[in-house]
């Protein structure tokens, strides 16, 4: 028996929409890779921030490059059992200074403009706190790196919630709505959260490290931490801006 031209026009309508249905869930599941798709560009604020991202943590690392430096000089001879943990905490700053040196060249940014007073008060803070004496050189240890450890999470916040950016397919042309994990941010992007999140943790390490060579015992421990934090925090605040 023949279905009637009505029971017809309803079975199609009903396999079209099967159709579709299936074609989007297709597309809803569609797997996409780093080559397959291409990042909107950042916002003139996004840029700007990364600019001082780079800028600020380059001086940064500068400084605590030049600390060690100076705590290395005054203390390697005196206390030769602290010189492998003092020669090992500098090669990571060595390290982490010229990864940054590398980024503001790739991306051009402009230097700090008082990077010789970083690296004249830097050394002065490290020779000086070692000619106190190795427990006021890793009570200095223990307020730098609190101050910076603290200052990559603030950056790293920032780079979490206010960094989102299209994405696109790269062969349609058209925004990929929620994207997956492994290409919602661009490669640039993922590296920088990857150096910062590593180099906190290194900078962290050495906190505890200060701590275990005996930092709370310099005199005044409290007054010597809170005066170092207070200059590192306006370094940082001045070496955004200028």
């Known amino acids: 028996m023949y279905k009637s031209t009505s029971s017809r026009v309803a079975l199609y309508r009903c396999n079209q929409f099967v159709r579709c249905q299936s074609t989007a869930t297709t597309e809803a599941v569609k797997k996409y890779h780093g080559d397959d798709v291409e990042y909107g560009s950042l916002s003139k604020a996004q840029r700007a921030?990364?600019?001082?991202?780079i800028r600020v943590d380059q001086a940064g690392e500068l400084g605590a490059n030049y600390i060690y430096y100076g705590q290395y000089t005054v203390l390697a001879a005196r206390f030769p059992q602290l010189k492998?943990?003092?020669?090992?905490?500098?090669d990571q700053e060595i390290h982490h200074h010229n990864t940054f040196n590398k980024l503001q060249t790739e991306r051009r940014v402009r230097p700090s403009l008082l990077t010789p007073l970083w690296k004249v008060g830097a050394f002065g803070m490290g020779v000086g706190t070692g000619l106190l004496g190795k427990?006021?050189?890793m009570a200095c240890t223990v307020a730098v790196e609190t101050v910076i450890g603290g200052h990559y999470n603030q950056q790293l916040r920032v780079l979490m919630n206010q960094y989102d950016i299209p994405v696109y397919d790269k062969i349609t042309g058209k925004i990929i709505e929620n994207p997956d994990m492994e290409i919602q941010e661009s490669p640039e992007l993922a590296n920088l959260k990857h150096l910062i999140s590593t180099f906190r943790d290194e900078e962290l390490e050495h906190l505890d490290?200060?701590?275990?060579n005996d930092a709370e015992?310099?005199?005044p421990y409290m007054l010597l931490t809170e005066a170092i934090k207070l200059v590192c925090r306006s370094a940082i605040w001045t070496a955004e801006r200028v």
Not at 49 to 53: A, E, G, N, S, T
Not at 84 to 90: A, D, S
Not at 209 to 212: F, G, K, L, N, V
């Open 135 to 137: 427990e006021a050189a």
């Open 49 to 53: 921030f990364l600019d001082r991202v």
């Open 84 to 90: 492998p943990v003092l020669q090992h905490m500098w």
């Open 217 to 219: 015992k310099a005199v």
């Open 209 to 212: 490290t200060a701590i275990e």
